[in-house]
C-alpha cells in the first residue's frame, strides 16, 4: 500500500477481529471489511460518535468501564456484519431461517454466562476445594481468593484453549493477529502494506484478551480486600452466594482500575516492569491470535485504510447516519481505486 497515510494519532486507533474480517475504529469512525469465498471483500463503513459524553472519558478509574461497555456494543455490532456476510456463502440449507434467534436475546445470554463463568463458579469451586483439603476456607482467609483466582485463569484460558482447537474459530484468532499487525505498522509510521507487517509479531500491548487478564489479576486483589469488610466473621454456601452477589457490582470499579494499569502499561510498554505486568497477557495472546496469512493481512489493512482515510475526510462533528457498505472484486480492484 502506498506510504501515504492519513492522519491519526496512532494509539487512537483499535480494532477487532470478526467472521472472516477485521472491524477497526478510529475516533470518529469506524470500519469493518469483510472476505467473501468468491474472494469479494465487503466494506461497512460508519461515522462514529461516542456514546459516552467526553468528559466522562477523561475521567480515571471510571472511563474503563464505560469504554467497555461500549467496546463491547462496537464488536457485537462488527461480528453481526462478518456473520450475515459469512451466512450468504453457506449453501441454502445451512443458512439460519430469517429472524431466527435474538440478538438482543443472545448478548444477553452472552452476559449471563460470563457472570457465571467469571465471578460465580470461580468462588463456587474455592469453597468446594476449600472442604476437600480441609474444614473450608472463610471469605477473610486470602487463600480463598487465590484459589478462586487460580480457578477463574484456569476457566479463560481452558475456554480460549479450546477455541482455538476450532477450526473456524482458529481463523478468528488468525485475523486477531492480522488485526495487531496491521495496527503495529500504523503505529510505527511504516507504509500500510502487507510486506511492513512481517516485521511485528501478532502480539500487542493494547489487546482486550491483555486487559481481561488485567481484569483477573485485579479482581483477586480487590476481592480479598472488600468482601472480608462487607462479610466479616461469616462463613458457609450463604456467605459464597452473598459474595458473588456483591462482586457482580464490584466488576465496574475493577474494570476501570484495569483500564488504567493496562494503559499505563501500554504507554512505557518497552520498560522492564511494564514488560513483566504485560506478560500474562501476552503469553495469553499466543492463544487468542495466530500468524495471519497475506489475504488476512490485507483485510486488516483495508480496515484501517477506510478507517484512516473517512478520519481524514469528516467535520469535527460527525452526525450519526446509516452505516454505507460497498464491496470490491478483490484486494487488487481495492489497491486500484484508492491509488495505492
Known amino acids: 500500500m502506498s506510504s501515504q497515510q492519513p492522519v491519526c494519532a496512532p494509539k487512537q486507533v483499535g480494532g477487532q477481529a470478526v467472521i472472516e474480517g477485521v472491524m477497526m475504529r478510529s475516533p470518529r469512525c469506524l470500519t469493518v471489511a469483510v472476505r467473501r469465498k468468491n474472494n469479494e471483500i465487503v466494506v461497512r463503513e460508519q461515522p462514529w460518535k461516542p456514546m459516552v459524553p467526553p468528559a466522562l472519558l477523561k475521567v480515571p478509574f471510571v472511563r474503563g468501564a464505560l469504554v467497555l461497555f461500549e467496546s463491547m456494543q462496537n464488536g457485537y455490532a462488527a461480528l453481526q456484519f462478518s456473520a450475515s456476510q459469512y451466512e450468504q456463502d453457506l449453501p441454502e440449507d445451512e443458512r439460519p431461517a430469517e429472524g431466527e434467534g435474538s440478538g438482543g436475546a443472545a448478548s444477553r445470554l452472552g452476559m449471563v454466562l460470563s457472570i457465571g463463568l467469571l465471578v460465580a463458579l470461580p468462588k463456587l469451586l474455592a469453597w468446594g476445594a476449600g472442604h476437600l483439603i480441609g474444614p473450608g476456607l472463610s471469605i477473610a482467609d486470602p487463600r480463598f481468593h487465590l484459589l478462586a483466582g487460580f480457578f477463574k485463569l484456569s476457566i479463560v484460558v481452558g475456554m480460549m484453549l479450546l477455541m482455538r482447537m476450532n477450526s473456524e474459530m482458529y481463523r478468528v484468532f488468525q485475523y486477531h493477529g492480522a488485526e495487531h499487525k496491521a495496527i ?33 489479576l485485579v479482581s483477586v486483589a480487590v476481592f480479598a480486600l472488600v468482601l472480608p469488610l462487607l462479610l466479616p466473621n ?7 452466594l452473598a459474595s458473588i452477589a456483591i462482586s457482580i457490582p464490584l466488576m465496574f470499579p475493577i474494570a476501570g482500575v484495569a483500564y488504567e494499569l493496562q494503559r499505563l502499561g501500554a504507554r512505557f510498554a518497552d520498560h522492564p516492569l511494564a514488560q513483566i505486568f504485560l506478560a500474562p497477557g501476552f503469553l495469553v495472546q499466543r492463544i487468542t491470535t495466530a500468524e ?30 446509516e452505516p454505507s457498505v460497498r464491496t470490491f472484486p478483490s484486494f487488487a480492484a481495492f489497491a486500484t481505486e484508492h491509488g495505492l
Open 234 to 240: 461469616s462463613s458457609g454456601i450463604l456467605t459464597i
Open 292 to 321: 495471519p496469512t497475506d489475504d488476512q493481512v490485507e483485510i486488516a489493512l483495508v480496515a484501517l485504510r477506510q478507517a484512516l482515510a473517512n478520519e481524514a475526510a469528516v467535520p469535527v462533528a460527525v452526525p450519526i447516519t
Open 184 to 216: 503495529a505498522v500504523h503505529e510505527s509510521g511504516l507504509p500500510l502494506s502487507v510486506e511492513s507487517s512481517k516485521q511485528f509479531t501478532t502480539r500487542h500491548a493494547r489487546c482486550g484478551t491483555t486487559f481481561l487478564m488485567v481484569v483477573v
